[in-house]
């Protein structure tokens, strides 16, 4: 049996800075015990577990990385979190990744993840609490996936949807957002 050699230049391990300082965040803590991953409830689905992640991550493999869909499946859950013993909040790492990916204008590997974060955090921007109808109808068009309309059709029935939004908290959340817009920039 062959061993794989993996060459790491510096240029690779300044990803793991990258993340630390993105997300406050020192991924050198992992010690690769596989709590998150084995813990974590969509780690079925994904291409590399969280353990996995982390270790990309901490070796400087950005292409790797980035090539991974493992961020854009977590549920945020942060079951990966709680159980770490080195208290690595991997979930936060999980969203750091996906801040890196975007300010690189690298495309995600599950885009219609980005595309129901944008919506739902537009709807909230916009009324100020969630618009279940407003929030369905403009994701199935972003997302053109019109396999669900059958059951909102009889949500909407049931009295489930509210047609007109609430907008009771629109000012209060939209003041927040332009806080988080001013300590962005600092």
């Not at 995600?108 to 916009?126: A, D, H, I, Q, S």
């Not at 909102?152 to 489930?160: L, S, T, V």
Request: hydrophobic fraction near 40%.
């Amino acid at each position: 049996m062959t061993e794989a050699t993996i060459y790491i230049n510096e240029k690779q391990l300044q990803f793991s800075d990258a993340v630390a300082a993105a997300g406050g965040i020192d991924v050198s803590f992992c010690y690769q015990c596989g709590k998150c991953a084995s813990s974590c409830p969509v780690a079925y689905a994904m291409d590399l577990t969280p353990t996995q992640l982390m270790h990309a991550i901490q070796l400087g493999l950005k292409d790797i990385v980035y090539k991974s869909k493992t961020m854009w499946l977590c549920a945020s859950c942060l079951t990966c979190s709680s159980r770490c013993p080195q208290k690595v909040d991997i979930a936060e790492v999980m969203d750091t990744i996906k801040i890196l990916m975007q300010r690189e204008k690298k495309k995600p590997r599950v885009p219609n993840v980005l595309k129901f974060e944008k919506t739902f955090v537009g709807n909230l921007k916009l009324f100020g609490r969630l618009h279940e109808l407003s929030m369905a109808g403009i994701l199935t068009l972003k997302t053109l996936n019109f396999r669900d309309m059958g059951m909102a059709i009889k949500m909407f029935r049931k009295g489930k949807f509210k047609i007109v939004p609430d907008f009771r908290d629109s000012w209060a959340m939209r003041r927040i957002f332009r806080r988080i817009k001013k300590q962005e920039k600092v």
